[in-house]
């Protein structure tokens, strides 16, 4: 199977702009999960997508958003950027099911290589 | 809420020696128990899972970590690291978070760096 995917690897942009980073789940995942990496914070959860609806949202402001398509396929807008916004992006998916708990999967997910935005 | 604590930022070990980087937790629920790996310049790779069982859990390329409830840690040994190793390790705790969903919660990382 090929793993997760994610465009562009790498960008530029400047203060004020927007941005939309675009993420493709391994085949057969739902779900997509989307973080935040920088190097004082850490690893930041931004929100999950499950049959194309948000399931879980961090705590980031509203210029953050995602969205996911009827293929799992997913995006994420970040809109007015500014310095902080410098991160790798990460996309993530996972086979979990919505069943109910215990026969939903465990939460592992499955890593994309990121998309590092740099804001000047 | 949950919570993943890595005790050391940074980690530096000499080749062939051993190694252990330690990780503790707090969740008021059962959870799972992961820890990834992140080389330069990519993303984050599976090491290795506590699910259930064994608390003692192996990866392929000769890593452990033990799950010991009573002190919420799930630390990860190497007894001879390769310079291959240097890499960043995260620890991550998942527990149910409602409506068939699991929040994955990620400590803030440890480096590391193996010295020839």
């Known amino acids: 199977k090929a793993g997760v995917t994610q465009t562009p690897r790498y960008l530029i942009k400047t203060r004020g702009q927007q941005v939309t980073l675009s993420c493709s789940p391994i085949?057969?995942?739902?779900?997509v999960s989307w973080y935040q990496q920088t190097p004082g914070q850490g690893l930041q959860f931004l929100f999950e997508y499950f049959s194309e609806t948000q399931r879980n949202k961090g705590n980031f402001p509203g210029r953050f958003s995602g969205r996911q398509f009827s293929n799992s396929r997913s995006e994420m807008n970040v809109s007015t950027l500014e310095l902080g916004d410098s991160a790798l992006y990460l996309c993530?998916?996972?086979?979990?099911?919505?069943?109910?708990?215990?026969?939903?999967?465990?939460?592992?997910?499955?890593f994309g290589e990121g998309s590092r935005l740099t804001v000047l | 809420a949950q919570s993943v604590t890595q005790l050391d930022s940074q980690v530096p070990v000499f080749e062939e020696a051993p190694v252990e980087l330690r990780c503790n937790y707090s969740?008021?629920?059962?959870?799972?128990l992961f820890w990834y790996v992140q080389y330069p310049n990519q993303g984050l790779q599976l090491l290795l899972k506590?699910?259930?069982?064994?608390?003692l859990v192996e990866s392929i390329n000769g890593f452990e970590a033990e799950f010991n409830k009573s002190q919420t840690s799930f630390h990860l040994r190497k007894p001879s690291v390769h310079i291959s190793d240097t890499a960043e390790y995260f620890c991550?705790?998942?527990?149910?978070?409602?409506?068939?969903?699991?929040?994955?919660?990620f400590g803030k990382g440890t480096k590391l760096s193996v010295i020839p």
């Open positions: 085949s057969g995942h739902r779900s």
């Open positions: 993530a998916s996972s086979p979990d099911r919505v069943r109910g708990w215990r026969e939903s999967g465990t939460g592992e997910l499955f």
């Open positions: 991550a705790v998942s527990g149910y978070s409602g409506a068939g969903s699991y929040q994955l919660t």
């Open positions: 969740s008021s629920v059962s959870v799972y």
């Open positions: 506590y699910l259930s069982g064994s608390t």
